[in-house]
């Protein structure tokens, strides 16, 4: 295998995927790669898999070829690889081939594996780089894509682009069935004979695609900010660029993620990413898909720690993962902070950088708290007087409910299956809090409306966009709440259905955003020492 030569590059290039399907379509495809050039990608792949199989699409390629702003790379990619094009390999080479011989060939043309095993096919794309003098000859990248999973023979695969002297670049991509998936994908990148992109499909593949970087992946493929990607889990180029200063990860780069399920919905990688840019940490923050089993946990975290290169150095840990956290750290031998042993849920993992010592701890309660406090106009070690009924007897609501009654406030729990609102308040009620022994009860439904609350905590999903129920409020409409404190812990969006309701019923309103960045800013002062400003951000 040749080296990509003069493509070769130190740096991970940002390709971005425009699709032109018409002729009729290539000048707006053009305007696309010039906002991916102003954007920062290097390189643009033009995906011509419907536009190739028309009689007439020589002009348009060779336009879109001689007007392109970025180098390029021109790709067919067939049904059977994820793609749209159903026409014969041959058919295939013969356009791949007329671009490879015209006036400005593409600087590299993606052929699939699957393609150069026909031999017309094969014959007609050598044939056609023969022809080319050297210095204005693409570059062949050899790819194979599997929708369903990881390719069976996938180093069978490797080993045959990598010894074809041929392939420039191998490219292997197959759709992540965990985040596991991802640290195979580093494996055939430090283990390459050649110029390689190894990257996974999928939500649970972003990972890959970013931090392939550090691994010293050739190029990684992203898409514009207003078009869906040409591949699942593609990012865009401006979060590539901006959010993940892709051009700046290095192979000592610390990786920190967000572990749940689903994560999509995660400000984390926003909100981390920001910080660490500010403060010049030479770390990036990931969206870590993990399926909710205590199983698919313990065997993710366990891989991802162990990775001997990976270099993780801590997690957000969210739903439906905080309980199934405390258990790993304890089954490790790992220590847990106070909040997490008294609450039994913990969203934060750090990893100590030399013993590797794990750790687990909460900062939903103290972020809850100090919010909550500031709305109510007093310390947040010190709400003794004060009755505060929280919505939910999950994670979030049992941090809360510890942090509210540990400053001795008359804590209500008030949930959807009653029994899991006793249990909560049966594992806190009379243990010594900082102002005394805690009180915390279960209500049922009935009790919201008993007008003896000074503050309401929405510690449900409801409200939240894609959760269960988005339009719904944990709140009845007859409840009065002028004048008490209203927090919802959802977050996105900032204005749930329960903020406008209170808002416009005369409530003092906390918005989830507030209690999120101050969680964060917790979770960035664990692991790096330094507490970030929760105004140097925008949560989207
Ligand atoms: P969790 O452990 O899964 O608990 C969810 C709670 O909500 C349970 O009590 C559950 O009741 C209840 N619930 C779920 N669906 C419901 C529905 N359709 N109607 C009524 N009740 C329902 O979740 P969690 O970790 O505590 O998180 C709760 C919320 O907090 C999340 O939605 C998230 O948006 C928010 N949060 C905010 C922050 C922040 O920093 N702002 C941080 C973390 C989480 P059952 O017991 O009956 O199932």
Redesign the pocket.
Known sequence: MPDAGRYASLMTLVACSVTVDRPDLVSPALDRAQGAKADGADVVEWRIDLLAKLPDAGGAIQRLLRESPLPAILTIRSEAEGGAYDGSPIDAARVLAAAIVCGTPPRFVDVEAALLRDHRASDAVHAALAGVEESRRPSLVVSLHDMAGRPTALWTELERMWSDPVCHVAKVAWTARTVRDNLEAFEVLGSRQGPTIALCMGEQGVLSRVMGAKFGAFLTFARLDDEEGTAPGQPTVRELVDRYRIKAITNRTRVYGVVGWPVSHSRGPVVHNAWFGQMGLDARYLPLPVGPTWESFKASLSELIEHPTLGLAGLSV???H?EHLVRFVQERGGARDDASLAIGAANTLVIDQESRALRACNT?AL?GIESLAEALARASDDLRGLRVAIL??????RALAWACANAGAHVVVI???HE?AVECARSLDGRPGKRGPMRVEAGDAASIGCGCFHAFIN????G?KD???PDES?IPDDVALDGVVVMD???VPERTPLVQQATSRGARVVT?TG??LR?AALQCELWTGTRPSTISVQVS
Do not use: I, S
């Not at 939910?392 to 609501?397: I, P």
């Not at 510690?459 to 409801?462: G, I, S």
């Open positions: 969210t739903l439906p905080k939903d972020a939910g007897a999950g994670g979030v609501a949930n959807r299956t899991r510690a449900t999903p409801l939240m959760g269960p129920a944990p812990t959802v977050y989830g209690m999120f969680q």
